[in-house]
């Protein structure tokens, strides 16, 4: 089994669920440290800089703080805190479906993010459960996108870790999707539907090419309900959208999908219409004990 390099241990500490984020300096000619700051982050001030030095929450990765005036130095690696003025709340719960000594499997809502990302950092699944748990090296070994709820993996064990991820790299994982979608009587169901997919544009957007197939995924009818139908997905690969894609290229585009197949305003804060997408289950036998795992979300569509 391939072994993945674990990171080094981190020289601040965990701070109200947040873990500092870290910089590789690149090459270039600075004068000092904070002449660098100020030009890779233009939106942060000067003086928030040297005042986030002065606390001493700007070091280098041995710990050792670095001040406005520190040489600049490439391939340093540097570490701060990340900080937003303010954040909106979003009044969805996480719930916690199993832990052990290695793993913690969350069952994550609508809208709330895995990791903190441009204008999310507390209001994200992984700093509320290491606020709720205290589990500082708690890392998500897979994701899902912030409009899909559903079963997400941990690892907070870092000898492990490497060994859970590989599962996801290898394809080991049994990943069941389900989604409410138009009808559609003139599919024959199942299928597999296969496709190329490339990054698209806008730069957030995948799109289906002509080519090999990079993509997979078997479509089953679950229920057709009034209006819709519920649809079980399994993803046989795991590129950016697929589910998304697929569907949309079928003709029954998940609804309140604001992406595909037409790119729809951004609803901003608007919490009210969610997309009917769901990570309902994931099974895989335990790299280390051998054992069969199976989780599945308690939500419903």
Same mark, same amino acid.
């Given at each position: 089994?391939? *072994?993945?390099?674990?990171?080094?241990?981190?020289?601040?500490?965990?701070?109200?669920?947040?873990?500092?984020?870290?910089?590789w300096?690149p090459?270039g000619?600075?004068?000092?440290?904070? /002449?660098?700051?100020?030009?890779?982050? &233009?939106?942060?001030?000067?003086?928030?800089?040297?005042?986030?030095m002065?606390?001493?929450?700007?070091?280098?990765?041995?710990?050792?703080?670095?001040?406005?005036?520190?040489?600049?130095?490439?391939?340093?690696r540097i570490?701060?805190?990340?900080?937003?003025?303010?954040e @909106?709340?979003?009044?969805?719960?996480? /719930?916690?479906?199993? *832990?052990?000594?290695?793993?913690l499997?969350?069952d994550? &809502?609508?809208f709330?993010?895995v990791?903190?990302?441009g =204008?999310?950092?507390?209001?994200?699944?992984?700093? =509320?459960l290491?606020?709720q @748990?205290g589990?500082?090296?708690? @890392?998500?070994?897979?994701?899902?996108?912030?409009e @899909?709820?559903?079963?997400?993996?941990f /690892?907070h064990?870092?000898?492990? =870790?490497?060994?859970?991820?590989?599962?996801?790299?290898?394809?080991?994982v049994?990943?069941?999707?389900?989604a409410?979608?138009?009808?559609?009587p003139?599919?024959?169901?199942?299928l597999?539907y296969?496709?190329?997919?490339?990054?698209?544009?806008?730069f957030f957007r995948?799109?289906?090419v002509?080519?090999?197939?990079? /993509?997979?995924?078997r479509?089953?009818?679950?229920?057709?309900?009034?209006?819709?139908s519920?649809?079980?997905?399994?993803p046989?690969?795991?590129?950016k959208? *697929?589910? =998304?894609?697929?569907?949309?290229?079928?003709?029954?585009p998940?609804?309140?999908?604001?992406?595909y197949?037409?790119v729809?305003?951004?609803?901003g804060?608007?919490?009210?219409?969610?997309?009917?997408l769901?990570?309902?289950?994931?099974?895989?036998v335990?790299?280390?004990?051998?054992r069969?795992?199976?989780?599945?979300?308690q939500?419903?569509?």
């Amino acid at each position: 089994m391939m *072994q993945l390099r674990q990171p080094l241990p981190a020289p601040l500490p965990v701070i109200d669920g947040v873990a500092p984020s870290y910089l590789w300096l690149p090459a270039g000619e600075w004068p000092d440290l904070l /002449s660098f700051l100020e030009q890779r982050f &233009p939106a942060i001030s000067s003086a928030i800089w040297v005042a986030r030095m002065a606390r001493g929450e700007v070091v280098d990765g041995d710990g050792v703080r670095l001040a406005p005036d520190s040489p600049y130095r490439c391939g340093m690696r540097i570490f701060y805190y990340r900080e937003l003025p303010a954040e @909106t709340p979003i009044p969805f719960e996480a /719930s916690i479906l199993y *832990q052990d000594e290695r793993i913690l499997v969350a069952d994550k &809502p609508h809208f709330l993010p895995v990791i903190p990302s441009g =204008r999310f950092l507390h209001e994200t699944l992984l700093v =509320r459960l290491k606020k709720q @748990t205290g589990l500082a090296d708690l @890392t998500p070994i897979h994701r899902l996108d912030r409009e @899909t709820a559903g079963v997400v993996i941990f /690892s907070h064990d870092m000898a492990s =870790r490497g060994a859970y991820q590989s599962l996801f790299q290898q394809r080991l994982v049994d990943k069941t999707y389900e989604a409410l979608a138009p009808s559609a009587p003139e599919l024959v169901l199942p299928l597999i539907y296969r496709s190329r997919m490339v990054e698209g544009t806008p730069f957030f957007r995948m799109q289906e090419v002509a080519g090999e197939p990079n /993509s997979e995924t078997r479509i089953e009818l679950i229920e057709q309900r009034e209006t819709c139908s519920r649809y079980r997905l399994r993803p046989l690969t795991g590129k950016k959208h *697929q589910l =998304r894609v697929h569907l949309a290229a079928l003709g029954i585009p998940i609804i309140n999908d604001a992406f595909y197949p037409e790119v729809h305003p951004c609803k901003g804060d608007d919490l009210s219409a969610p997309l009917k997408l769901l990570a309902r289950e994931i099974a895989f036998v335990d790299p280390l004990d051998g054992r069969r795992r199976h989780f599945a979300s308690q939500r419903e569509l």
